[in-house]
């Protein structure tokens, strides 16, 4: 009898020759840590060969042990990479980031971690000559940097604005290279505003834009960055621009006025749970102990999707809410309205 060896075991071995061989697996090895801004770094990695890349304004899930636990988010890549290809990222350590503390302080070079399919639909045709606006808050400029890289590339086909945000100088990403670029092509413009300075400079708003843009109902405009600034530029620009499209980096949370508990039945666990119809299901399983793959946690890259077979929920980014037949229901963005079940 010819004995059998698992993936999981081949791999084992395999790594101990190269932290990125796997028969089954996208892994990626850190080769570089350069800090970019106060707080924030920008990792390089090789991958290996199952990697396949990703479009510009997209990201990918990487996941790690983390204190004994995997762990799993998403990152925006900021590199043009191509298959077999070093890619790069950029993470802002959070004060309680378990992932990006690993990071950005604690993964050494040379260590690997697995890395999940590019996703993410905020993307732009480098040779669409339609003026674009981008708007970016904090580490939001993460997407919109590799949108603008893949622009410079075709030359800056469409006039191009970007507006920055951040609280100050130290914590802008690639300032400088943004600066170079807007020297180099006058299709592209870009304007920092600092928010929390001795001369504060102003936040978005409806007013703001149009003064700087009177042009804003000729453009596609794209925004990316903490929850409360994508929804004022949302207001600002939604019925005004040829076209918005946003992302947040914020996971959601329902309306604190949606109150009471409901059951939320776990199919294949065989367990019934109570949980707050004021919580993400995401959180609120995990709240009582039920693990749970998760990436995202912004319903984009569905890595927590899970059939609903009975039982209706709100999707708390557009408060739509379902018609209690079975469907796939992302647990990260959808709050329960009434008992559910779920095949989980």
């Known amino acids: 009898m010819i004995p059998i060896i698992s993936a999981d075991a081949l791999d084992f071995w395999l790594q101990r020759l190269n932290p990125t061989l796997s028969v089954s697996r996208t892994l990626a090895r850190l080769v570089a840590r350069t800090v970019v801004a106060h707080d924030t770094v920008q990792l390089t990695f090789a991958p290996n060969r199952a990697f396949r890349g990703a479009r510009p304004g997209q990201h990918v899930n990487l996941s790690a042990e983390v204190d004994g636990r995997q762990v799993t988010r998403c990152y925006s890549v900021t590199s043009l990479p191509k298959r077999g290809r070093r890619f790069e990222l950029v993470v802002k350590r959070l004060t309680h980031g378990r992932m990006s503390s690993f990071l950005t302080q604690r993964l050494r070079i040379g260590e690997a971690v697995e890395i999940g399919p590019a996703f993410g639909e905020m993307l732009a045709a480098p040779a669409d000559p339609t003026p674009r606006l981008l708007l970016a808050g904090g580490v939001g400029i993460t997407p919109l940097l590799a949108q603008i890289r893949e622009a410079a590339g075709a030359g800056f086909a469409a006039p191009t604005t ?108 065989g367990i019934e749970i109570p949980v707050q119809r004021g919580r993400t299901l995401l959180e609120a399983l995990e709240g009582q102990g039920v693990a749970l793959r998760s990436g995202c946690r912004m319903g984009i890259c569905n890595t927590c999707a899970c059939p609903s077979l009975g039982g209706r929920t709100r999707d708390l980014r557009s408060q739509a809410i379902s018609s209690g037949e079975p469907a796939s229901v992302r647990l990260c963005v959808s709050a329960a309205v009434t008992d559910l079940t779920l095949d989980i």
């Open 162 to 269: 970007l507006l920055y945000w951040a609280k100050r100088r130290a914590d802008l990403c690639f300032a400088a290279e943004l600066e170079a670029l807007q020297r180099q092509f006058p299709n592209f413009s870009v304007r920092f505003l600092l928010t929390q300075t001795e001369q504060p400079q102003p936040r978005i708003s409806e007013g703001f834009l149009r003064e700087q843009l009177p042009d804003l109902a000729s453009r596609t405009v794209f925004a990316c960055g903490p929850g409360g600034f994508v929804r004022e530029a949302g207001l600002a620009v939604a019925s005004q621009a040829l076209r918005f499209q946003s992302e947040s980096f914020e996971p959601l949370r329902a309306a604190a006025a949606e109150g009471g508990e409901v059951i939320v039945r776990l199919l294949k666990r």
